[in-house]
């Protein structure tokens, strides 16, 4: 099993703690990544959800995007495994004038606190693949649902990613392999998906999917690179030269227009039966 660093997020240094963040709130400002996840909000009817709670919320950016949409006027809940998170997340909101709009709490995604008549939707943006328990998260969030009720689960199929030139095949590969074992417990989960809604006693209702490629030059792979790669140096058989390594030849990759950096992302939607 994956020593996933976003399971044990309140226990890295500060600095580390402010990087993730500044990932995670620029990812909501990448027009491509905002994309994936309005499609997704375009789609649940938020104008007929009373209840709506946001699992692994992180810094709240999924939660604020809801919030904004004037067609939503129920009630949001959005909470995370991680303090820091959710106290950066309510400051965020704070900050845009949402405070009173969205209720953070630590909360573990597994463990879904009962809500009376139960949830109109839960989402998951970018969480199972972290996750110690998928399929106890699968449980948990057709549970809190009201029947009829949606579960969204966003997320990049990992195992499809790839950053780097080919260049160095055999860096590369090392490279991805020690970023899965650092930070994504399961790379391979959306596959796993259609059978774990089904388990949980769940319809698959309509799956969104995406390819986020930058092809030449880039900056959301790059970055994520950038980001990653102190988290990444030292883990399974990458040492930190090697990571540095890699990084030096993406970046300049990256200034010669030759780079590639591409991930799947899907967004499966499913509603829990009346
Ligand atoms: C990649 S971040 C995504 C955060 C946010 N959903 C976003 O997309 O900006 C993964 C999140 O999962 C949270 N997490 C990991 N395990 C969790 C669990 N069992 N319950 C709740 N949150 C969890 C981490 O704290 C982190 O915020």
Known sequence: MADDVFQRVDELEEATIQRIIDRLEYRGTDPVFAAMRDAYLDAIDLAAADRVIEIGCGTGVVARAIARRPEFTGELH?????????EAAARFAEAEG???RINFAVGDA????PIDGGYDIVIGHTLI????????????????????GRLVLFDGDYASLIVGIGADAELDARVMS????AACANPRVLRAMPRML???????ELVQDHVYSEVGTGEFFVGLAE????????????????????LAGLRQANADGVYFGACNYYASIAT???
């Open 78 to 86: 959005a909470t995370d495994l991680t303090k820091a998170f959710v």
């Open 98 to 100: 949402l405070g009173d």
């Open 110 to 113: 597994n463990r879904i606190d």
């Open 129 to 148: 693949s972290h996750v110690a328990d998928p399929d106890g998260l699968v449980a948990a969030a057709s549970a809190a649902l009201r029947s009829g």
């Open 178 to 181: 020690a970023a899965m074992q």
């Open 198 to 204: 089904r388990d949980h006693g769940l319809e698959l």
């Open 227 to 246: 980001y990653s790669a102190p988290i990444v140096s030292g883990v399974g058989a990458v040492p930190r030269d090697d990571v540095d390594r890699w």
């Open 272 to 274: 829990r039966p009346q």
